[in-house]
């Protein structure tokens, strides 16, 4: 019980960030065509414009990869203390919104960027905990 109290907000923000990517995977695995339809045209002005499914899938594994390293940071917490594999979910979780915002700014969508920078703000406050 100690362990949990004692890394609450690791933990807290772990799990925000295992809902976050894992839900937003597998929306793009249930609804591939769906997404990649409505992307292509988000990019459709933009240099991206023939790559979008590429993108998509490079997203698609940042994001899965990401949350699968957070749930096992959790684990990894709860049971052993140890917070590398969680660091590293955090950092590439961080990695992947730079992505996803940068997309955003190239699509023109200000308001899909500021929407990138509220999630960021908690990753990055999760890597700088985790480096602690």
């Known amino acids: 019980m100690n362990t949990l109290l004692n890394n609450a907000t690791e933990i807290l923000l772990l799990l925000f960030l295992v809902?976050?990517?894992?839900?937003?995977?597998?929306d793009k695995i249930t609804d591939w065509n769906g997404n990649i339809s409505w992307l292509k045209e988000?990019?459709?002005?933009?240099?991206?414009?023939n790559i979008v499914p590429l993108l998509v899938g490079i997203i698609l594994v940042t994001e899965v990869v990401a949350g699968l390293l957070c749930v096992v940071g959790v684990y990894q917490i709860l049971s052993t203390g140890e917070t590398s594999t969680a660091l590293y979910g955090a950092i590439?979780?961080?990695?992947t919104l730079l992505m996803l915002?940068?997309?955003?700014?190239?699509?023109?969508?200000?308001?899909?960027?500021?929407?990138?920078?509220?999630y960021f703000i908690p990753t990055i406050l999760l890597v700088f905990l985790l480096q602690a």
């Open 92 to 95: 590439l979780s961080s990695i």
């Open 19 to 26: 809902i976050t990517f894992l839900q937003s995977g597998f």
């Open 101 to 118: 915002l940068f997309g955003q700014r190239i699509a023109k969508d200000y308001e899909g960027a500021k929407t990138i920078a509220v």
């Open 42 to 49: 988000h990019f459709s002005k933009t240099p991206f414009k």
